[in-house]
């Protein structure tokens, strides 16, 4: 791992970057199919990726070195959001991304694949990708801009805080997510019944 500043690395000095399987044609849901895909409406900005919406469908020679592990982080580069994810854990069976992502697969034990996606998707990074994203109509972020990003690598123990710190954000944040859910439909509700009552008699 090539260091560039003392405690700063490029994204392309501490993993492999790789491209998602390019599909020639329309993804087509297949029962029985030997590989589940993950699609950019699968990834979830916030929580991840969404393992029991993804389909199944039938490669003729799967990409085996292609197929999402644990510890992989996942980067929206074809998207409006140019975000990234961890894979906490193996899928169960083959899993693929589609070339919309990047996989990051981390080639050090001194940077934990969640603290890597957490950098990716603060604004020093974000505002990077803004600078360096060719497209219009959908931004695209290519390897080598990727590959150039620049991320703060402190000591393990910083890393595991920030990113308990972030877990219990994201805890909250979907309890607060469920709890206005939950009040705007009973507002709706409310609201519609109020609305019934004050029509004038009909006839």
């Avoid at 000095?13 to 993950?38: C, M, Y």
Wanted: proline letters at 7%.
């Amino acid at each position: 791992m090539r260091n560039q500043s003392k405690h700063k690395f490029f994204v392309k000095d501490i993993g492999e970057i790789r491209s998602g399987h390019l599909f020639t044609r329309k993804i087509v849901p297949q029962k029985g199919g030997n590989v589940r895909v993950a699609q950019l409406k699968n990834v979830d900005d916030t929580f991840g990726l969404m393992a029991e919406k993804l389909v199944s469908v039938t490669i003729d020679k799967p990409p085996e070195e292609l197929f999402l592990r644990k510890g992989d982080v996942l980067f929206k580069s074809k998207s409006m959001n140019h975000v990234a994810s961890t894979i906490e854990q193996d899928p169960d069976g083959p899993v693929v991304p589609t070339s919309h992502f990047f996989i990051i697969r981390p080639t050090t034990k001194d940077i934990l694949p969640a603290y890597l996606a957490w950098f990716i998707n603060q604004p020093p990074a974000q505002q990077y990708f803004e600078t360096v994203s060719a497209g219009s109509a959908i931004p695209f972020v290519n390897k080598k801009a990727l590959g150039k990003l620049e991320i703060p690598v402190p000591s393990l123990r910083v890393q595991e805080e920030a990113i308990e710190m972030y877990g219990l954000f994201l805890q909250e944040k979907g309890l607060m997510i469920k709890l206005m859910n939950n009040r705007e439909s009973l507002v709706t509700g409310a609201l519609l019944k109020i609305v019934e009552t004050c029509l004038p008699p009909s006839g």
